[in-house]
Every structure is written in C-alpha cells, then in structure tokens.
C-alpha cells in the first residue's frame, strides 16, 4: 500500500514539475514589452559593448524585440526604425544612441465608430506651416518635420485632435489615428446627402455617386450610372435613354461625359437604354451643372465624370451578376504591394436568350410605333421582323506605386454593339435590312506626384477611338445606303495644386486635345459618294483659386479658362471663359450659393431623318468649321439656397443659360428646316427644387423643375418659338424604405409633352409641285405631345452565402402601370404621296429580376 502511495505522488509531483516547466518555457518564447534602457543594459551584457546616449531621450519608450532578430546589428537597425533615432559604432565596443530632432512620419486617419478612412482631413504640424491633406486611403505622409511638435488632425463632423508625434513615433510605422465623430448639430451646413445613400451634393453645388454606397431608387436594381443621374433636378432623358440625356434643356452631344480623365464619344448600350460603364467597378461619378472648375473644358450643359477606384486593394475583391439583360464579372486583385489590377466585363444574352426585358426593349427600339395616313386610316400592312443583337464592354486599370509619392495608373475601355435587323413588309413583298456596329476603344495614363506636403502634380495622356459603321439595304437590295462616323481623339493634361495655406489653394494646368473626325456617305440609286474629314486642336491653359474660411462660413472658387481653338482647314479663335463658384453661410442650417461659368465645345451630333435605319442610332459626330457650324458657346448663371436640419433637407436654384452656335441640323428638327442648317441659339430660364426628409430607414422625396426653353434663329419665321426640349414642368415624387436586409423603392414622373411640328391642315399639307413631294409645316413647333407619366418600383434583397461572399437578388419594373406615353410625333410622304403620321411610344411594363455575388 505503502508503495502505491508513493507512486501516486511521485506521478503527481512530475506532472506538475512538467506543466510548471512548459508553463515557463511558453513565457519565455511569447515577446514581451520592456523598456528601451533595461533593454539596452541586457544588450551590453550579452554583446560585450557599452552604450552611450542621454536618459530623458530615452525614457519612457518601450520595445519588443521580435524573436528572428539574433544579431546586435539587426537589433539596433529595428530600434532605429522603430523609434527614429540614430545609432553610430564608434569603435569596436562603444555606441552612441542620440535622438534624432526631425523626422517623417506617416499614418492613417480612421474614424472611432467603424475604422472607415477619412479622405481630405487636415494634419497639421502645430508650430510650423507644414499641412497634408489626408489621401484617398486616409493616409499622410510628413517629413522633416520637429520631433517635439504636435500633430493637429481636423475634419468637419469629428473632434479637432491633438497628437505628440513622439507618441506617434512609439507606435512604430504608419500608425492609426482615430478621430471621435462630433455629435452635436453643426451651426452650418455643408454637404448634403439625399435621395438615397452614396448621393451627395458637395459645396461646390457638384452631385458625387458613390457606387459602393449606393442604396436603391424606383425601377433601378443595379447602380446605372447615367440612369441614376436621371433622379437628380435638372437631368432628364424625354426619350428615355442614357445616350439621350438632357441636362437644363441642353442635347446630349452637349455633356461632356469622361472615364477616368477620357472623352467618351458613345455611352450606351441596346439603343440607348443601358449604360455602357460598369457601376461596380466605377468608384465615384461627379456631375456638374454650372460652376464647374476651370480645368474642364467642352460641355457647354453639364460634364459627367467618372471614375473607377484609384487605390491597391490589400485582398481579391470582386463579384459577378446576371439580369435578364446581360451578365457581368469584374474583380479587383493585388499583384504586389505596389501593383494592381482591375477589370470588368459585360455581355448581352440577347443573340441566343429572349426574355421578357429583351422584348419590351425590343419593341422599344424598333416596333412600338403607329403609323397613320393624313385621313386618319391606319396602316394595316403586315410585317415580318427578325433582329440579331448583342453588345459587350470591357474595361481595366493596372495600378503602379513607383513609391509613396509618385503613382501611374493606366486605363482602357473597349465598348461595343453590333446589330442586324431585318424588315419584310409581307403584303407589298419587300425587304429593309439595317446593319449597325459601334465601336469605342479608349487608351489612358496618369501619373500622380506628390512633391511636397503642400504640391501635388496630375499628368494625363489618352488616345480614344470611336467607330461607326451603317449599313441600310432598301427594297429588296435595290438601293443601299452606307455611312460611316469615326472620331479619332489625342489629348495631354498637365494640372497642379498647391496649398498656400490652411484657407488658399491655387490650381493651375494646360490641356492640349486634337480631334479628328471622318464623315463618309455612299449611295448607290442615286449614285452619291462623299468623305469630310477635319482636325480641331485646342490649347487650353487655366489657373482658379480656391478659398475657405476657417469655420467654413465661406467658400469659394475663381478660376478662368483660355482656350486657343484652331481648326486647322478654317479658322482659328480665342475663347476666355471665366468661372465663379461661391457658397456660404446665411443663417443657422441656411447657406447660398452663386455659380456662373462660360463655355465651348467645337463637337457637335448631327441627327439624321428618324426614318433612316428604322429609327435607330441617327447621330454622327461633326467638327465646327465656323461657317455651317460655328464654335458653340454657352453662358450660364445660378442662384441657390440649401436648408437642412435634422435630415430635413430643401433646396431651390434658379438659373438662366444661353447657347449660342447651334444647328438645326444637330437639334433633331423634323420640319422644312431639317436639312437647312440654319444657325442660330436657345435660351433657358429655369428653377428646380427639391424637399427630401431621411430617417434612419425610410427617404421620401419630391422634385420639381420648370424650364422655359426657346430657339432664336433669324433666318426662320417666326425667329423664337419653343426648343424641341422645351418641358415646361417635371415633377418626381419617391421614396425608398429599408427593413433589416431588404430594401424597396417606388416613385412617379410626370411631365408635361414635348413640341413637334405640325402640317398645314387639309390638302395644301402637301405640296406636289416638288420631286417628290414635300410637306408644308405650320409654325416650327406649334404643338405639343400629351403629358408623360410613369410609375417605376424595384426590391433588393442582400444576404450572404458565406463569410466571405455577399449576395443580393434584385426585381424591378419599369411603367407599372404600363400607360402607353407618346415620346416623338413626326411626318413624312409615303410611296402613294400620303403624309403619314408616325408616333414613337415609351418602353410598357418591363420587368427585370437580377442576382449577383461579391467578395
């Protein structure tokens, strides 16, 4: 018994022996914190050498030496680093350690709640003139700055904080620096978020989207970046396309629409109807309407820049979806620390995959029309149709660090629509064939310099590529028509910044474009062949100043632009366009703002006759030769106020813009001045408003924008009458509601119909005296087109398959109540000499389901 015992302590004693052991052993091998000197005395100890340095440069500091670090010089290199002192061997046994007085320093600015990046937050050096704006990331980088100084970090809507840079110094490289967000209300208001979230409007009066924040709006299931700049006042389509978008009753040729720092000469996809820039890779859309800054130039309504994301990820991310439309991938991947990719790509379904979507689309684009004789009798004929469609768009971006202050970025896009449609009017026995293949490619480079903490440089260089190629085949092959559009387009901009101080900044650039455009027609019944070809280069250098007040009661911009336009067959010109932009503060939750700009453009869009290739894409890019088409130039001023409290928000802005240098024939007219060029400009008074209440899951919002939009052209009688945009009242009412993850969208347009022009009544409306016979017009735009209404809903619902993979399942429908609106109302004489009436009808009910992943 005795030896029983005894065993069992024995057993016992080892056993703690061994956990007391293992205990120890695992203290020893975890790293510890120890203070700088203890560490330096055991240094001395076990190297054999003897440290020299002052003890108050050193307190205070402590160190963990990682355990892969066994020799004396890798230790003192990482002490080095760690704490930004010097260490100098002065000979085989003694050191000196001295504390360096000026050191760089960079960190991340994050906010406390969720570590999210704070982009454009002020760092500064208190006791100098040393300030950095806080990068796109929310990383600074300071250098040759005094080690014994304070960092002094601010950003509105977060605490002013203080920082010693010693303190920074001890967290080791790049530290975080959280600021705590400012609760209280803020006396002032600045920026505006509304409508739904990743909508913001700036203080500049600019509207940035945020597509990685983007919530949901009415018959939207994915973020289409020209289609979600329609919710915006102001910005409307009245046929209901992207290519077609018309901002303060200005044509589309007259957006200046870019892709990182690129002219895009197409936009849209399937007619028009979809936009042909993938949201999910693009990262920030900014759209202007007036007071827009001095280094963009073309555009005399409204500049559309987008963008995709300007950083290197740090893992995969990216995703994929279907609708019934298309499907799409895109993906963003690090290469190395400093190198990354993106790309997205996109392709129809339609060539092989007929939904519903597709049909509705279909009809839209070709069918849904009526067609009527002067007596009021249907055209009965019967016709067969066959169509072969597709379209596809990709894009990438190669991201390159060549250090912390340097960065080039390389950009391409090849957009792409193809179509074949086939007409067979059964009773008469005769076939229309039309053939359409667009093609944009676009080529870009930028290199972003950071030379000081107060200069910053932005090199741009692309080339871009448009291509369109028509081929229309009448009556059974008897007569063909060809055309074919080609804009080639090289361009350099150099831009520069420079801080002056904590309320100045000064911009300064040059850009240098040159835009070839080729224009070719060939017809074989009657035999007719010709080929005009330009070239415009333009010269532009500018300069603005920024200001802001420091309690930001006051902001401002002057800036002005010189644009040195020389078409190199015609003309040469001198255009100077100054801007303003001003905001500022009136009251308690109450500012103003006051924006004016000038503007030109030297590319315009002829439309062609709507019947020519049954009715699709009639537009071709012309170059000003300031004589059938003069330079166009614009002149617009504004006037506005926001109020906002408690996520109450209202704004009203009256404008008034002048275009002068249009074109009939770029205007889309559909009367006897079609085909006359008469030169002449329009006018628009406007006001929009716009009342949106935000709660923590529900937007609701109501939108309204009177235009008053009239054409003077001399030669014409009489010389004003109303622009073929003329939409007097637009009126939109909406709203969105989230519950936990799913989120859901309805709203209603209206707006009253569009002008066109009638015949004269009875039989003098046509005019038999010409071969063939033409149609007498009543006055140019004498009537008017009923009033429009849609009403569009649409459902996200997001959930997640995995941890690391997202989901969401999108249904939309576009015209729930499938009211049947008449978007264009034209004339023309048939084979028998009749004037037919034909009507163009917006897209009925349309429904569209969509699913995607991300990662």
């Known amino acids: 018994m005795l030896g029983t015992n005894y065993n069992k302590h024995f057993g016992l004693i080892l056993g703690l022996l061994f956990f007391l052991f293992c205990h120890v052993n695992a203290q020893e091998k975890q790293p510890t914190s120890v203070g700088l000197i203890p560490y330096l005395k055991t240094l001395e100890n076990r190297f054999d050498v003897k440290f020299s340095y002052i003890d108050k440069d050193l307190e205070g500091l402590n160190i963990t030496i990682p355990e892969n670090l066994n020799t004396l010089g890798q230790i003192l290199t990482f002490i080095e680093s760690t704490f930004h002192i010097d260490t100098e061997k002065l000979n085989d046994r003694y050191y000196a350690i001295t504390k360096n007085d000026r050191v760089d320093l960079c960190g991340v600015v994050l906010d406390n709640f969720a570590e999210n990046t704070v982009i454009g937050a002020t760092v500064e050096v208190l006791g100098t003139k040393i300030a950095k704006i806080t990068d796109s990331d929310g990383s600074f980088i300071l250098r040759d700055i005094p080690r014994n100084s304070s960092l002094k970090i601010r950003y509105l809507g977060y605490i002013t904080k203080y920082v010693p840079i010693e303190k920074l110094l001890q967290q080791g490289d790049c530290p975080k620096i959280l600021l705590a967000q400012y609760y209280e209300q803020l006396d002032e208001v600045f920026v505006y978020k509304y409508l739904t979230s990743g909508i913001i409007k700036e203080n500049d009066a600019s509207i940035t989207l945020n597509t990685a924040e983007f919530g949901i709006l009415p018959g939207l299931i994915e973020p289409d970046i020209l289609q979600t700049v329609q919710a915006l006042p102001g910005i409307k389509s009245i046929d209901e396309t992207v290519s077609d978008i018309n901002v303060r009753g200005g044509t589309n040729d ?334 308690n939750y109450v500012r103003a703002e006051i924006l004016g700009e000038f503007k030109s453009q030297a590319t315009n869009q002829v439309i062609d006759l709507e019947q020519n290739f049954l009715g699709i894409e009639k537009r071709r890019w012309i170059l000003s030769n300031d004589d059938t088409l003069p330079v166009t130039k614009s002149k617009q001023g504004s006037v506005g106020l926001n109020y906002e409290k408690n996520n109450f928000y209202i704004g009203i802005e009256g404008f008034i813009k002048n275009v002068d240098g249009i074109s009939t024939s770029t205007q889309g007219f559909q009367n006897p001045y079609q085909f006359s060029g008469e030169i002449g400009s329009y006018k628009v008074k406007g006001l929009e408003f716009l009342i949106n209440k935000k709660g923590d899951n529900y937007s609701t919002w109501l939108s309204y924008a009177y235009n008053k939009n009239d054409y003077t052209f001399d030669s014409i009688v009489p010389k004003r009458f109303p622009n073929n945009l003329d939409i007097r009242h637009t009126v939109t009412f909406a709203s969105t509601y989230t519950y936990k993850n799913l989120k859901l969208s309805m709203g209603i347009n209206y707006r009253t119909g569009k002008p066109y022009t009638e015949p004269v009544e009875g039989d003098e409306g046509l005019d038999e005296e010409f071969f063939p016979p033409r149609i007498n017009f009543q006055s140019p735009n004498n009537s008017r087109l009923p009033e429009y209404f849609r009403a569009d809903a649409s459902a996200i619902y997001n959930f997640s398959i995995s941890r690391a993979i997202r989901a969401n399942a999108g249904l939309s429908i576009l015209n729930i109540t499938n009211r049947r609106n008449t978007l264009n109302k034209y004339y023309r004489v048939n084979e028998d000499n009749e004037i037919e009436t034909i009507e163009n009808f917006s897209l009925g009910i349309t429904p569209n389901v969509s699913f995607r992943v991300s990662f």
């Open 254 to 587: 007259q957006n200046l629409i870019l892709w990182n720092g690129i002219k895009m000469y197409q936009s849209g996809h399937f007619f028009g109807l979809i936009s042909a820039f993938n949201p999910y890779q693009t990262d920030k859309v900014t759209i202007y309407k007036n007071g827009t800054p001095s280094n963009f130039g073309d555009g005399v309504s409204s500049v559309i820049q987008m963008e995709t994301g300007n950083t290197i990820t740090e893992t995969w991310k990216g995703g994929a979806g279907f609708n019934l439309i298309s499907g799409d991938v895109y993906a963003e991947v690090p290469i190395a620390p400093n190198l990354g990719i993106q790309f997205s790509a996109r392709r129809s379904a339609t060539d092989f995959l007929s939904t519903p979507t597709y049909k509705q689309f279909i009809n839209r684009a070709f069918q849904d029309s009526e067609i009527t004789l002067q007596n009021n009798n249907m055209v009965d004929d019967e016709f067969a149709r066959d169509e072969d469609f597709f379209f596809y768009d990709f894009s990438g971006k190669i991201l390159y660090d060549l250090n912390n202050a340097h960065k080039i970025r390389l950009s391409a896009i090849h957009i792409k629509n193809n179509l074949k449609f086939e007409e067979t009017n059964i009773d008469a026995n005769e076939t229309n064939v039309s053939l359409l293949k667009q093609d944009n490619i676009s080529v870009g480079g930028q290199l972003q310099s950071q030379w000081t903490d107060r200069f910053t440089s932005h090199l741009n260089l692309y080339y871009s590529k448009y291509n369109l190629d028509a081929q229309n085949v009448f009556a059974n092959q008897v007569q063909q028509l060809f055309q074919n559009n080609q804009v080639t387009e090289n361009a350099l901009k150099f831009d520069t910044n420079y801080i002056i101080n904590d309320q100045f900044s000064w911009n300064n650039g040059y850009q240098y474009i040159e835009t070839g455009i080729t224009n070719a027609t060939i017809i074989n019944q009657p035999d007719f062949n010709s080929e005009i070809k330009g070239v415009i280069r333009t010269h532009a250098p500018y300069s603005q100043l920024n200001y802001s007040s420091p309690d930001n009661t006051f902001v401002g911009k002057v800036g002005a632009r010189f644009n040195f336009v020389e078409n190199l067959d015609t003309f040469k010109k001198l255009l100077i366009e100054p801007r303003l932009n001003l905001n500022f503060k009136l009251a």
